[in-house]
């Protein structure tokens, strides 16, 4: 348990920024529906799969933002903490 954990903030910012700019590159919209002069029940299926699938691209499009603006949060606060401490810690000596 004597190993340091570094965390190097600007690092960890950068991928936090790549991984945002990836999930909003994500398409969630497909063609709007598939049309024709046939009437089937498969196209009616893949019609609402395609539905589906764009509420889940944009459901985790959401929950990636989020996740990656809370760990720059947590990140932050992370580094707050050590400086508190470390400040403490010069005073004490």
Not at 16 to 32: P, R, V
Not at 53 to 63: F, M, N, R
């Amino acid at each position: 348990m004597g190993e340091e954990i570094k965390v190097v903030p600007f690092s960890i910012k950068s991928a936090l920024a790549e991984l945002q700019a990836a999930g909003e590159s994500l398409e969630t919209a497909f063609a709007k529906e598939i049309n024709g002069e046939n009437v089937l029940e498969m196209v009616d299926k893949i019609n609402e799969m395609q539905q589906t699938y764009e509420a889940i691209l944009t459901s985790y499009k959401t929950l990636l933002k989020n996740n990656a603006d809370e760990t720059g949060v947590a990140i932050d606060s992370f580094v707050e903490n050590e400086k508190v401490i470390a400040d403490a810690i010069q005073f004490i000596k």
